[in-house]
């Protein structure tokens, strides 16, 4: 069982950067795959980046790739997901979650995998 509370949401300008961190509770957090999504209002949960237990192999949605980074502490039992280049449309409420075991890379994007959710951090790119 993991617990995952995010943080470090807020209003940024376009262009701007913020830092989301994910602190997880629980033992063996190297065993848990984790996975940032986001939902913007009347919009489905959209997939956003995911990284595997060790850390060693990352995912992104195409529409973040090159501005947005997904890293872990395990020590700290910590993901964090830096996004640079912020723009209006990543306007969203952010959920870190978790899945026990490996990410697949043709399942990786599914909302269904992850067992484990925090309760999201709101962010908000002003135009």
């Known amino acids: 069982q993991v617990q995952l509370v995010e943080s470090g949401g807020g209003l940024v300008q376009t262009g701007g950067s913020l830092r989301l961190p994910c602190a997880a509770s629980?033992?063996?957090?190297?065993?848990?795959?984790v996975g940032w999504f986001r939902q913007a209002p009347g919009k489905e949960r959209e997939f956003v980046a995911a990284i595997s237990g060790r850390g060693g192999t990352t995912y992104y949605a195409d529409s973040v790739k090159g501005r947005f980074t997904i890293s872990r502490d395990n020590v700290k039992n910590m993901v964090y997901l830096q996004m640079n280049g912020l723009r209006p449309e990543d306007t969203a409420t952010y959920y870190c979650a978790a899945r026990i075991g490996s990410l697949y890379s043709t399942t990786y994007f599914q909302a269904r995998q992850y067992n484990y959710w925090g309760q999201g951090t709101q962010v908000t790119v002003s135009s």
């Open positions: 629980g033992r063996t957090f190297s065993d848990y795959g």
